[in-house]
């Protein structure tokens, strides 16, 4: 992990213009796909996804407003989010839970 990594409490995952998905923990992970793949450097969105990615690596600005600005930017440029159940790590769910069931 990166000195200056911060996660994400629940990964984002976007489809992405060609069609693929990826999944985005961190506001850094966010930033970098920003700066080097994004489609279009336009936008209002984008450009405040950016400033607030920024100021998050920071800690100026909340890791999860850095996420949501990096949604609206997303959206603004075509690429949807996948929405995915967050999965809750549980004492009930490996083979002695399903024997017991």
Known sequence: MLLNEIPWAIPLTVRLSNGL???FTSVYEA?????HEW????????ERAV?????????????AVAREAF??????AGMPVVMTPYKQKSKD???EAARTA
């Open 51 to 63: 400033r607030t990615c920024r100021r998050a690596l920071k800690r100026m600005t909340p890791a």
């Open 21 to 23: 998905m990826r999944t």
């Open 39 to 46: 489609p279009q450097r336009k936008g209002e969105r984008y």
């Open 71 to 76: 949604v609206a930017a997303c959206l603004e």
């Open 93 to 95: 769910t490996g083979p």
């Open 31 to 35: 930033l970098d796909f920003l700066g």
